[in-house]
């Protein structure tokens, strides 16, 4: 560990690192795989796409991906995805997996400890991201096999940490516990724990001035050893949750890799903040809630919803995370009120065909039902949730105007969530339509595509994951690939400068 000391600019006993990666998620957690000195290699194997296959066999024998022109190499790609970094790293690892194909992965992966790069991944929980705060009780949206990262096949991997001799089938979902420890069991078995500081929250990012922080060679007066400084271009500062420590890390680039959940989107309603016992916005906190509720009330948990024996559960959105909270109160035989703004919501049965996502196609018929066909299950199209009294009454408006008062023993507010960018400083927007704020799905961060680098930020800021663009795993792991390429390729032009 090397302290970087420059006086007045730099807190004393600064860190300095090549790389400061925040977040430890799978964007995290892949970016961490690859600086460690993992690097990944075109196996040979032909792709179903031809012309993909025609320039991939145009890389030089023993030349990693990371070296390679990546733009050549992405050009004329189409898929479920905008970045062409992107659907290239998924045509690699999952050949036509849209088309229903379960074909073996194109990459294989070396490890040059040579090429290891000096960085840290900050997180605030354990690996794994978002996937350690979700509920472990629903199922993913993916497939389970897309949920892994290169080295480690995550239905093999599934079977044995569940003591299973079968594998589970590829078109099987897994479960969000098992998501969360394979990454953390990923971090283990892939030996890059020493660069994780988990554990610990970012509050402040700042460019700092190059014109104090130049690239430089000086003598250890201890060892009398020759240290090369290179620039330090971005200041990290945060503190550990266990010990509230502070700490500084001053770096040549940071990653954003922070997600887009950190802060759950709100009604902005009168009693929404006061009653956080009952007033609640993600589903883990709900399922314990419901569990407690039970418990209290003595509610026979196994029987079915026939007979209401508390008042209801307020629950409040129509995606799929209002969904699993339908889902949870009925499993707990608790009756449901529910409030939706659309008169009939849309559900794209398309992308999410019933013979996999059987349990979203039964709330999207109860919400479309309006013969109330469901026991102790009350869809409220068209009505938005107004008001939350101290006492558990809550004031539904209708279409015409009209309010209604219910009294409900649990309210869940379940909206969507966003990015946290508040450690950024206030005036560096990064939203590639920067009057507008990000937003991971209508308005991403501008990176450039080949490197991943934020457009819009000083030099040696990098932006993987959500804030890219790249939503699911599946398709996150490029930006990781461009990101370690970028460096490399920095890195050697140097090395030839010199
Ligand atoms: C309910 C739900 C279901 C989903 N289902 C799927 C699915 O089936 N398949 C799929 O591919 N994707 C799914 N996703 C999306 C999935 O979460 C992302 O694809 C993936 O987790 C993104 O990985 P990431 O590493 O970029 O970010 P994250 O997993 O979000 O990890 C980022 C981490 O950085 C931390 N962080 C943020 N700011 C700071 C800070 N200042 N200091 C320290 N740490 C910080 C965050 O707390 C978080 O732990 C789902 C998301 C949700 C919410």
């Given at each position: 560990?090397?302290?970087y000391?420059?006086?007045?600019?730099?807190?004393?006993?600064?860190?300095?690192?090549?790389?400061?990666?925040?977040?430890?998620g799978p964007?995290?957690?892949?970016?961490?795989?690859?600086?460690?000195?993992?690097?990944?290699?075109?196996?040979?194997?032909?792709?179903?796409?031809?012309?993909?296959?025609?320039?991939?066999?145009?890389i030089?024998a023993?030349?990693?991906?990371?070296?390679?022109?990546?733009?050549?190499?992405?050009?004329?790609?189409?898929?479920?995805?905008n970045?062409?970094?992107?659907?290239?790293?998924?045509m690699?690892?999952?050949?036509?997996?849209?088309?229903?194909?379960?074909?073996?992965?194109?990459?294989?992966?070396?490890?040059?400890?040579e090429?290891?790069?000096?960085?840290?991944?900050?997180?605030?929980?354990?690996?794994g991201?978002?996937?350690?705060?979700?509920?472990?009780?629903?199922l993913?949206?993916?497939?389970?096999?897309?949920?892994?990262?290169?080295?480690?096949?995550?239905?093999?991997?599934?079977?044995?940490?569940?003591?299973?001799?079968?594998?589970?089938?590829?078109?099987c979902?897994?479960?969000?516990?098992?998501?969360?420890?394979?990454?953390?069991?990923y971090?283990?078995?892939?030996?890059?724990?020493?660069?994780f500081?988990?554990k610990?929250?970012?509050?402040?990012?700042?460019?700092?001035?190059?014109a104090?922080?130049?690239?430089?060679?000086?003598?250890?007066?201890?060892?009398?050893?020759q240290?090369h400084?290179?620039?330090?271009?971005?200041?990290?500062e945060?503190?550990?949750?266990?010990?509230?420590?502070?700490?500084?890390?001053?770096?040549?680039?940071?990653?954003?890799?922070?997600?887009?959940?950190?802060?759950?989107n709100?009604?902005?309603?009168?009693?929404?903040?006061?009653?956080?016992?009952?007033?609640?916005?993600?589903l883990?906190?709900?399922?314990?809630?419901?569990?407690?509720?039970?418990?209290?009330?003595?509610?026979?948990?196994?029987?079915?919803?026939?007979?209401?024996?508390?008042?209801?559960?307020?629950?409040?959105?129509?995606?799929?995370?209002?969904?699993?909270?339908?889902?949870?109160?009925?499993?707990?035989?608790?009756?449901?009120?529910?409030?939706?703004?659309?008169?009939?919501?849309?559900?794209?049965?398309?992308?999410l065909?019933?013979?996999?996502?059987?349990e979203?196609?039964?709330?999207?018929?109860?919400?479309?039902?309006?013969?109330?066909s469901y026991?102790?299950?009350?869809?409220?199209?068209?009505?938005?949730?107004?008001?939350?009294?101290?006492?558990?009454?809550?004031?539904?408006?209708?279409?015409?105007?009209?309010?209604?008062?219910?009294?409900?023993?649990?309210?869940?507010?379940?909206?969507?969530?966003?990015?946290?960018l508040?450690?950024?400083?206030?005036?560096?927007?990064?939203?590639?339509?920067?009057t507008?704020?990000?937003?991971c799905?209508?308005?991403?961060?501008?990176?450039?595509?080949?490197?991943?680098?934020?457009?819009?930020?000083?030099?040696?800021?990098?932006?993987?994951?959500?804030?890219?663009?790249?939503?699911?795993?599946?398709?996150?792991?490029?930006?990781?690939?461009?990101?370690?390429?970028?460096?490399?390729?920095?890195?050697?032009?140097?090395?030839?400068?010199?």
């Open positions: 560990m090397r302290s000391n420059l006086g007045a600019s730099v807190p004393e006993g600064a860190i300095y690192k090549d790389v400061v990666v925040i977040g430890n964007s995290g957690i892949m970016l961490s795989y690859i600086l460690a000195g993992n690097w990944p290699y075109y196996t040979g194997r032909p792709h179903p796409d031809e012309m993909l296959t025609a320039r991939l066999k145009g030089p023993g030349r990693s991906l990371l070296e390679e022109d990546l733009n050549f190499l992405s050009q004329g790609l189409e898929g479920r995805s970045n062409p970094m992107s659907l290239l790293s998924d690699l690892m999952h050949p036509y997996a849209d088309v229903g194909l379960d074909l073996p992965s194109l990459l294989e992966w070396r490890h040059h400890p090429h290891q790069v000096d960085h840290i991944v900050l997180g605030k929980g354990p690996p991201g978002a996937w350690q705060v979700m509920d472990a009780n629903i993913t949206i993916s497939l389970g096999s897309w949920m892994q990262l290169p080295g480690v096949d995550y239905r093999l991997w599934e079977a044995v940490d569940s003591g299973s001799e079968v594998l589970s089938s590829r078109n979902r897994a479960s969000v516990r098992s998501v969360a420890r394979y990454y953390s069991d971090v283990k078995t892939r030996r890059i724990g020493r660069f500081r988990n610990t929250v970012v509050t402040a990012v700042r460019p700092m001035d190059t104090l922080t130049q690239c430089r060679n000086s003598i250890d007066p201890e060892t009398g050893v240290i400084q290179p620039e330090a271009r971005w200041q990290v945060g503190y550990d949750s266990t010990t509230h420590i502070p700490f500084t890390y001053v770096c040549n680039r940071v990653v954003l890799a922070t997600g887009a959940n950190d802060i759950p709100r009604l902005g309603i009168p009693g929404e903040l006061d009653n956080t016992d009952y007033v609640i916005h993600d883990a906190t709900l399922e314990k809630c419901l569990d407690r509720l039970v418990e209290e009330e003595g509610i026979d948990r196994e029987g079915s919803p026939c007979e209401a024996q508390c008042d209801p559960i307020l629950v409040v959105g129509a995606g799929l995370s209002a969904a699993d909270a339908v889902i949870a109160a009925r499993f707990r035989s608790l009756p449901i009120i529910h409030v939706f703004r659309s008169k009939s919501p849309q559900f794209n049965g398309r992308q065909p019933e013979e996999m996502y059987p979203y196609h039964k709330v999207h018929q109860m919400m479309n039902d309006r013969s109330a026991p102790h299950y009350t869809a409220m199209p068209e009505h938005n949730l107004v008001e939350i009294c101290p006492d558990k009454k809550v004031r539904l408006q209708g279409p015409d105007g009209k309010i209604s008062v219910h009294q409900v023993s649990v309210i869940t507010i379940l909206i969507g969530s966003r990015q946290d508040s450690i950024l400083p206030s005036n560096l927007n990064l939203a590639s339509d920067p507008r704020p990000v937003d799905r209508s308005n991403p961060v501008l990176v450039d595509p080949f490197s991943y680098a934020a457009v819009r930020a000083p030099a040696g800021m990098h932006v993987v994951g959500p804030l890219a663009g790249d939503n699911f795993v599946r398709f996150l792991q490029g930006g990781a690939i461009a990101v370690a390429s970028n460096i490399h390729k920095d890195k050697s032009k140097r090395e030839t400068v010199l």
